[in-house]
Nanobody
Framework: VQLVESGGGLVQPGGSLRLSCAAS????????MAWYRQAPGKERELVAR???????NYADSVKGRFTISRDNVKNTVYLQMSSLKPEDTAIYYC??????????????WGQGTQVTVSS
């Protein structure tokens, strides 16, 4: 199973970006998919998470600005980011939780995509 992220880049404050993460491989189910981020000198933190039933939770710092969504058929998760702030600058990582595949149950991480918010 592999997670491939796309959509990062450089954006001005107040701008928007959409991240995508597609899980590939022989996948039978995925319990939850999430986005984490890690800024320089800081620990990795949860940004948003959506489970197979559609339950969503967000970090307080992104509520009202970011929207997570998921396509269960395509095993893809999206993060729509709006009203971006310089403090949103970080490497964003996709995470797939309790993936049922031919190798059993495992968690997987994407390689990360850089988001930079700067004028």
């Amino acid at each position: 199973v592999q997670l491939v992220e796309s959509g990062g880049g450089l954006v001005q404050p107040g701008g928007s970006l959409r991240l995508s993460c597609a899980a590939s491989g022989i996948i039978r189910s995925i319990n939850a998919m999430a986005w984490y981020r890690q800024a320089p000198g800081k620990e990795r933190e949860l940004v948003a998470r959506i489970n197979s039933g559609g339950w969503i939770n967000y970090a307080d710092s992104v509520k009202g600005r970011f929207t997570i969504s998921r396509d269960n058929v395509k095993n893809t998760v999206y993060l729509q980011m709006s009203s971006l702030k310089p403090e949103d600058t970080a490497i964003y990582y996709c995470h797939a939780e309790r993936v049922r595949s031919s190798t059993g149950w495992n968690d997987y991480w994407g390689q990360g995509t850089q988001v930079t918010v700067s004028s």
